[in-house]
Every structure is written in structure tokens, then in C-alpha cells.
């Protein structure tokens, strides 16, 4: 089993700038990739980026160009660098890991722009 601590969210202006970070403890050698979600009242929860555990990048179209997911491998932390940010980009952001046969989540951090 993973365990994922994120950091604290927290409230930022439009076009404003936050990171996020994910510590990850247990059976972290056997995690395929790393990933952020986020999800908004109502909705299903949404891929924002993800980083498999050979450095290749995925992104939402919707983040692309202003957010980067990167991984300290010797901390085991995962970051989500969140640039020119939107009021639309306010969300619940989850950590996520997935291993062979499980998905692990992160207890979920606000993330709030204000215009």
C-alpha cells in the first residue's frame, strides 16, 4: 500500500502562481506513475497531469503550458507547479499513484482562484 501526504492548497488571484507537493510512504517501488486530479462540486474528478516512473509528462489540454508536474526520486515527492492560474482551475486537487493492480489516493487539497 501507498500512502500520500499533499501539501496544503490555499487561495491565490487570477494569474497568480501555487505549488502543490505529494509525499508518498510504503510500497513506493512498485508505483507505474504518478499523477494530480481534481475534481469540482458536481462533477467527476478530472486528470490534471501525470509523470510515469520513467519522467514522460501527460497534461490536460485545459493546463497545458501553464502547469508541471515533476518528481524528486529521492524524497519521493511529486510536485504540480501551478502557473498563470485561473478562477476556473479551483478545484479539490488529489494525489495519485497507481501500482500493478491498486490506485492510490491522497486525501485532497483546496485549491481556490479568486478573479
Known amino acids: 500500500q501507498v500512502q500520500l501526504v499533499e501539501s496544503a492548497g490555499g487561495l491565490v488571484q487570477a494569474g497568480g502562481s501555487l505549488r502543490l507537493s505529494c509525499a508518498a510512504s510504503g510500497s513506493i517501488f512498485s508505483i507505474i506513475r504518478w499523477g494530480w486530479y481534481r475534481q469540482t462540486p458536481g462533477n467527476e474528478r478530472e486528470l490534471v497531469a501525470t509523470?510515469?516512473?520513467?519522467?514522460?509528462?501527460n497534461y490536460a489540454n485545459s493546463v497545458k503550458g501553464r502547469f508541471i508536474i515533476s518528481r524528486d526520486n529521492a524524497k519521493n515527492i511529486v510536485y504540480l507547479q501551478m502557473n498563470s492560474l485561473k478562477p476556473e482551475d479551483t478545484a479539490v486537487y488529489y494525489c495519485n499513484t497507481l501500482r500493478p493492480m491498486a490506485i492510490d489516493w491522497g486525501q485532497g487539497t483546496q485549491v481556490t482562484v479568486s478573479s
Open positions: 509523470v510515469t516512473s520513467d519522467g514522460y509528462t
